[in-house]
């Protein structure tokens, strides 16, 4: 059964600081991956997205994530983050063949230092 | 324009009463889904409809009903709520054909049981 860790339950970084959020996932094929973040009080907004080329995707907000299949990780990254970018991220997996039945992990909420 | 809107955005009621949440979304989107999201963060699928039919339904409560009027509408009723049943519920909705885009998800609505 596919599956998504996010290890992190909580980050705290210092403004301008570079960020990386892991996310693991477990699947026979490679699936599509997506990162979504929720502020307080919204819903999940997405991020980017991977389904299949380049492995280095880029999405909104200076956000970035990789994918590496020898790892089975699709983690994000930030160069240097804003006190804005505090919020709860979350990573997805949906099988290639059912894009219907995402998997979301746990979340990892980041919290940033002045 | 907003894209998925949900309303009541807070709901309070008292255990045993029946309540529904209203789902819209104007993406032009196929496929429209339910969440539960409990005090811990984690995001749960609970129903998820294309074109007007039911093609998930995870193990839900039959308390739980959905109801899809069309395409772009999906309500969530609840009937004999419990104290369980707190939790915030989303609304999403994707393109079901061709890409796989993501969801977009509606802002929530916060279910308290007394």
């Known amino acids: 059964a596919q599956s998504v860790t996010q290890p992190d339950i909580h980050i705290t970084v210092s403004e301008g600081a570079s960020l990386e959020l892991r996310c693991n996932y477990s699947y026979g094929a490679t699936p599509y991956l997506f990162w979504y973040v929720q502020s307080p009080g919204q819903g999940l907004q997405l991020l980017l997205k991977?389904?299949?080329?380049?492995?280095l995707v880029k999405g909104i907000k200076g956000l970035e994530a990789e994918f590496k299949r020898s790892q089975s990780s699709f983690n994000l990254r930030k160069p240097s983050v804003h006190w804005s970018d505090a919020a709860e991220y979350f990573c997805a997996v949906a099988p290639y063949s059912s894009a219907s039945k995402i998997i979301f992990g746990s979340g990892t909420r980041l919290s940033i230092r002045p | 324009d907003t894209a998925v809107s949900q309303t009541p955005k807070y709901l309070v009621t008292q255990m045993g009463n029946d309540k529904s949440i209203k789902c819209e979304q104007n993406l032009g989107h196929d496929t429209m889904y339910w969440y539960k999201q409990d005090s811990k963060k984690f995001l749960k699928i609970m129903f998820s409809?294309?074109?007007?039919?039911?093609?998930i339904n995870e193990t839900v409560p039959n308390r739980f009903s959905p109801k899809s009027p069309d395409k772009a509408h999906l309500n969530l009723h609840i009937n004999s709520l419990e104290l369980g049943d707190s939790a915030v519920y989303f609304c999403a909705s994707s393109q079901a054909a061709g890409e796989f885009i993501g969801q977009y998800f509606g802002p929530g609505t916060r279910l308290t049981v007394t």
């Open positions: 409809y294309n074109n007007k039919e039911l093609i």
């Open positions: 991977y389904f299949s080329g380049d492995t």
